[in-house]
């Protein structure tokens, strides 16, 4: 459909898209830890913007990483808690416990070394990108997160992202 006063045709963004779906990956997987701990020898890496909105991190920490930090989740981490749009976790820092909020859209590389998965996301999005996504940002119910949880004895495939972004024209 036409934008009359403007004269374009709006475009969907697909890539934002996907990215906000791939979230729900993200939180997907920090809820199963929350109710059931990591499986295996899964551990998770999670680098995020530190400057982001809703971002709460100790000052010390914010002024060591002004930018982006990269947490690990794997033996000593404590009050795990998943929340629609950001998590909480206590982290062991320098031998003090620290409380971190971060908000999903903080996130921009999440990875699980113990299968080789990972997913990197755009490290830009604007308020506008935000906003357009209010509704559609919804993340899944806890029940479909069941679902989700490995079975027994179940192996991981690995999905490369790469196949779905633009390629460079040559």
């Known amino acids: 459909m036409a934008d009359k006063d403007n004269g374009f045709t709006p475009q969907i963004n697909y890539e934002l898209l996907v990215e906000t779906a791939l979230r729900t990956v993200v939180r997907s ?3 199963i830890a929350e109710q059931s701990g990591l499986p295996g020898n899964a551990h998770f890496y999670i680098t995020f913007l530190t400057n982001y909105p809703g971002v709460d991190i100790p000052p010390r920490l914010k002024e ?8 690990i989740l794997q033996h000593q981490f404590w009050d795990l808690e ?3 749009d950001d998590f909480s976790v206590s982290l062991s820092f320098g031998g ?17 070394p113990s299968v080789g998965f990972g997913l990197q996301f755009a490290s830009e999005l604007t308020e506008a990108n935000d906003e357009d996504l209010e509704e559609s940002n919804d993340l899944p119910a806890d029940s479909d997160i069941e679902a989700a949880k490995p079975a027994a ?4 495939d690995v999905v490369s992202l ?3 972004r633009k390629k460079p024209n040559s």
């Open 162 to 164: 790469d196949t779905f």
């Open 153 to 156: 004895g179940s192996t991981a």
């Open 64 to 71: 060591s990483h002004p930018e982006r930090m990269t947490i």
């Open 29 to 31: 997987s920090l809820k």
């Open 82 to 84: 998943i929340r629609k």
């Open 96 to 112: 003090s416990r620290e409380l971190l909020t971060i908000p999903f859209m903080s996130i921009i590389d999440f990875n699980d």
